[in-house]
């Protein structure tokens, strides 16, 4: 479950984002949101998400904004 519960306010309109693309590995998820941010949670043992740290992610993490695509190499 993606709990994705943020509003963008853009001229007095409320847009929430909404998941467009989503890739994992055996440890790790990535969503791609339609506001070009990619959220990630799992294992960070190597670092993929980074974000800094090598802690593995029990919640989902904010990785990246602009984001324009996607994958993962397995």
């Given amino acids: ?9 853009s001229s007095k309109q409320n847009i ?6 989503i890739a994992s590995s055996d ?4 969503a791609l949101m339609s506001d ?6 799992g294992s ?5 998400m980074g974000i ?3 802690i593995t992610q ?3 993490v904010l990785c990246n904004t ?3 695509d996607l994958w993962v190499r397995v």
């Fill in 27 to 30: 440890t790790t998820v990535f």
């Fill in 58 to 60: 029990t919640k989902w």
């Fill in 1 to 9: 479950m993606l709990p994705f519960r943020r509003i963008i306010t």
């Fill in 36 to 41: 070009g941010t990619l959220y990630s949670r």
């Fill in 44 to 48: 960070q043992e190597f670092g993929q």
């Fill in 16 to 21: 929430q984002p909404s998941v467009t693309k």
């Fill in 52 to 54: 800094g740290n090598i």
């Fill in 66 to 68: 602009n984001v324009e």
